[in-house]
């Protein structure tokens, strides 16, 4: 039954994590909850992050919500960021990286709320290069662990002008590349699990589809409370897990 438990904790991943992100401060928990080693987790948690984001991102791509020769500008951003925070995995302790995580999700969640977004939200919305240090770092931490990674993007993408599933699109794109960069580096140094990596997987891609179609049924505010309140939430609980 193991496997069952492997698929449902793959599918709330992925749904919570393409609608709003932060899917992985429930995946990961529930993998380690499991006896699963830190690293086989995170080896396994990016390997079916690398599957669900792509899926979802090549839907809206079909959908035109996002345009292909403005994606391709972030394959060596996002690449070189994943490859980059792999490496320097265990550089950095968990308790570190969970205060820099509580941190950029709470100076994000106060941009959202108290200032106001640029009007012009639209589809075709391009990507400043004054963006490209933020979206590396970003990569650079989902590439270490990454809690929270795809909303500090959401709220990247918003607050230039991106219209929200315009937002997820480029966001789910990302999240593929630096997982990409990222799982190799964990395939190499040997700490990849077939038998875990393969039906989170299948549960992922099953929860990156069901959210995408969900997402194009409901309106922009409630997209925007949903952003907030995963938000908030992940603030909640990376605090407690700081405390302990």
Known sequence: MEFLLLIVIGFATSFIGTLAGGGGLIG??????????????????????????????????RQKKIQWRKAVWLIPISLGGGITGGMIASALPEKTMTAIAIGLLSFALALQLLKKQKNSCQTDAAISKKLYPVLYGIGVYDGMFGPGQATLLMYAYLRNGFEYLSAVAFTRFQTFLSCCGAFFTYLSAGHFNWKVAVFLATGSLLGAQTSIRIANKLQKHHLQMILNAVTLLLIIQLVIKLAN
């Open 28 to 61: 990961m928990p529930a993998l380690l909850i499991t006896g699963i080693p830190i690293h086989q987790a995170i080896a396994a948690a990016k390997f079916s992050n690398m599957f669900s984001s792509f899926s979802s991102f090549f839907v809206l791509l």
